[in-house]
C-alpha cells in the first residue's frame, strides 16, 4: 500500500472498498500498511462491508510494515474465522471458516526488503515458529503476500537469480508445507511482473515478487489466476488474485443470462427492445411456451448486440493495450525482444493502463456517490438495501437423483417443450 494511516490515505481505503465491491473479492490481503489500531477501527466504523485485521510494526506502527488482512462481509463466514499474528508487523495467519466446518489456513507476509540476511533470517523464523509449535499451528493450504525475494531468474527483468541462501529459506518453508506456486503451475512458459520501479531517469526493472503459493490438493479447485493493475493510485505493485472453491463446495449452475443495466437505462435502446417485444405478441397467444422461450432468446441476442455496440470506449481502448501487453510479455519469455527495449515498450503500456483504470474507478465512485446524493437516507429501496444487516447467503444443497438426466436451467424445458401442457380446452361456459 506504501502506507494507509494518515488522513491523507483515505483515497486508498475508499478505492479498495470499492475494489472489494466491485469485483467481489472475498479475501485481500495488504502490505506495507503503516496501519496504527486506532486507525484501524476508525476504517472499520467507516466501511461496514469491511472486516479487517491488521498487524503492526512493534515501535513504528504508523512507518514502518504492516500486515492487513481484509475479508468481505457479505461473502465470508468473517465472524467464525480467526486470525493469529505470527511476526508482528510481517506475518498475520488467518483460518477462513468454510463449508462443513471445514478451514482454510492462509498466512499472508511482507517479508524485509532491500537486506538479504533479515529476509533470510524471516524464513528461518516462520521455519523455527512452525517447528516449536507444531501442535498449535496448522499446516498452510496457502501463503502469500510480498516476498520481496524471487526463487527464479524468470520472475526478473532483467533476468537475475536472487541470493542463494534466501531462496533455500523460503523453499525449505515452502516445502514443509507443501506448497507450490499457483500461478507458475498454470503459466508454465509465461513471463509476467507484480512490481515494477518507476524511475524517470533510468532504466526500470521489474519482478514478480508478489505470489500465492497453494497446497497442490487445491490446484485442481482454484481458477482465474491474474496480475492485473489495481487502479487505485500511487500503488506500484498490482494485484495478485486467483478464485478458490474449497473442499466440499457444491457445483453452482450457469444460473440466467440476463441484460446489462446500462442496455435498459437507454431510451434507445430499451426502444429496439420493446418493438422486438410487441412485434411477437400475436404469436406469443397461439404458441406460448415455444414462443415465449424464444422471444427470451431474441431479446438476449439484440441486448448482447446493443452492449458490444455501446461499449464503452475506455474499455475498448483497455482490452487493446491488455492485448499488446501480453503480445509484449510473448516476445520477453521467447527472448525476441531486448531488455531494454521491452522495459520501454511495458512503461508505456503499464503507464497507459494504470490511467485507464484509475478512470475507469473514478467514475464508478462518482456514480455510486451521485445516486448515494439522490437517494441516500430518503427512505427509498436503494437507502434500505444499504442500512440493513447483511449476511452472507447461505448455499443449500441438494441431492442428485442417480441415474437421472434433469434440465440443467429453466430454459430447456420451455425450449425441449417436456411439460408442455396438451389438456382440451375448457368451454368459455358451463351449461
Not at 514502518?64 to 508487523?89: C, F, H, M, P, Q
Not at 405478441?281 to 424464444?294: D, F, G, S, V
Amino acid at each position: 500500500m506504501k502506507g494507509g494511516a494518515s488522513p491523507k490515505t483515505d483515497v486508498k481505503w475508499e478505492k479498495i472498498n470499492q475494489l472489494i465491491r466491485d469485483q467481489g473479492i472475498g479475501v485481500l490481503a495488504l502490505q506495507e500498511t503503516h496501519l496504527t489500531e486506532a486507525r484501524a477501527n476508525d476504517l472499520r466504523a467507516r466501511y461496514p462491508r469491511l472486516h479487517i485485521e491488521n498487524t503492526a510494526h512493534p515501535t513504528h506502527d504508523s512507518s514502518r510494515d504492516g500486515v492487513a488482512i481484509v475479508l468481505n462481509k457479505y461473502t465470508t463466514n468473517w465472524s467464525d474465522s480467526k486470525t493469529k499474528v505470527i511476526v508482528e508487523g510481517k506475518a498475520i495467519l488467518l483460518s477462513l471458516a468454510c463449508k462443513n466446518e471445514r478451514e482454510i489456513h492462509i498466512l499472508c507476509v511482507y517479508a524485509p526488503s532491500g537486506n538479504d540476511a533479515l529476509n533470510t533470517g524471516f524464513w528461518n523464523e516462520l521455519d523455527r515458529l512452525w517447528t516449536v509449535n507444531r501442535r498449535t499451528l496448522p499446516r498452510l493450504d496457502l501463503l502469500l503476500g510480498d516476498f520481496n525475494m524471487v526463487d527464479s531468474r524468470e520472475d526478473r527483468l532483467p533476468s537475475h537469480a536472487d541470493t542463494v541462501a534466501v531462496v533455500d529459506a523460503l523453499t525449505k518453508f515452502r516445502e514443509r508445507h507443501v506448497l507450490v506456486d499457483g500461478w507458475r503451475q498454470e503459466n508454465i512458459g509465461v513471463r509476467d511482473f507484480s512490481f515494477a520501479t518507476r524511475h524517470t531517469t533510468q532504466k526500470n526493472s521489474r519482478s514478480r515478487i508478489d505470489r500465492i503459493y497453494v497446497r497442490p490438493g487445491l490446484l485442481d479447485s482454484a481458477r482465474e489466476w491474474d496480475i492485473r493493475t489495481s487502479g487505485i493510485p500511487t500503488l506500484d505493485h498490482s494485484v495478485v488474485s486467483v478464485q478458490i472453491a474449497p473442499e466440499g463446495t457444491p457445483t453452482m449452475g450457469n444460473s440466467r443470462q440476463t441484460m446489462p443495466q446500462f442496455i435498459l437505462d437507454d431510451s434507445d435502446a430499451f426502444a429496439q427492445i420493446a418493438a422486438l417485444a410487441k412485434s411477437r405478441q400475436e404469436r406469443i397467444e397461439t404458441a406460448l411456451q415455444p414462443e415465449w422461450a424464444q422471444l427470451k432468446e431474441d431479446l438476449l441476442a439484440l441486448g448482447n448486440t446493443l452492449a458490444r455496440k455501446k461499449m464503452a470506449s475506455l474499455n475498448k481502448n483497455l482490452n487493446k493495450w491488455r492485448k499488446r501487453r501480453k503480445i509484449t510479455l510473448e516476445k520477453v519469455a521467447q527472448s525476441s525482444i531486448t531488455d531494454d527495449e521491452s522495459a520501454r515498450q511495458l512503461d508505456e503500456i503499464d503507464d497507459a493502463i494504470r490511467k485507464i483504470e484509475e478512470t475507469k474507478a473514478l467514475r464508478m465512485r462518482e456514480k455510486v456517490a451521485a445516486r448515494h446524493h439522490l437517494e441516500g437516507e430518503t427512505n427509498s429501496q436503494y437507502d434500505f438495501q444499504l442500512n440493513r444487516l447483511q449476511r452472507p447467503r447461505d448455499t443449500v444443497d441438494s441431492l442428485r437423483i442417480p441415474h437421472s438426466n434433469p434440465p440443467s436451467v429453466h430454459a430447456e424445458l420451455q425450449r425441449d417443450g417436456k411439460y408442455r401442457h396438451t389438456a382440451p380446452r375448457r368451454p368459455s361456459a358451463l351449461r
